[in-house]
């Protein structure tokens, strides 16, 4: 895997501004903040965050992949201020469950997710090297 990363850009914090990579491709449908038998863990953005995070790995556990094959990672939330405002519990949370890997990574405010109780959805792209 490659950091793809003009000389002449700042460098970004928390994610990466690009990637190459070969292998095994493996993508990770939208992944919300409710455990393996569908119950919400909280209501709050974090604990939901860090769920759908788990959720990730164990996804790509499936496929003998690791937090550290992601390259794509895409958040989808419900309120932009509310993912800015808990950026540091956030970020605590991230490097525990994905660790100091920082994929590619796009966020966007959406106006609804399918599930009423979620407060975001992320989805992820993983390469395996062969």
């Not at 990770?28 to 119950?39: F, K, P, S």
């Not at 519990?89 to 100091?100: K, N, Q």
């Amino acid at each position: 895997m490659e950091i793809l990363q003009p000389a002449d850009w700042a460098k970004p914090k928390g994610f990466s501004n690009g990637i190459a990579a070969r292998g095994r491709q493996v993508f990770v449908a939208g992944q919300i903040g409710w455990d393996g038998q569908c119950h919400f863990v909280g209501d709050d953005f974090v604990s939901q965050a860090a769920q759908a995070l788990r959720n990730i790995v164990a996804v790509l556990a499936e496929a003998g992949a690791r937090p550290e094959h992601i390259t794509r990672m895409n958040w989808y939330v419900l309120d932009k201020q509310e993912y800015l405002g808990a950026g540091r519990a956030l970020g605590l949370a991230y490097r525990e469950i994905i660790g100091r890997h920082y994929p590619a990574m796009t966020a966007v405010q959406v106006v609804a997710l399918i599930e009423d109780r979620a407060r975001l959805e992320i989805e992820v792209t993983a390469v395996v090297p062969e």
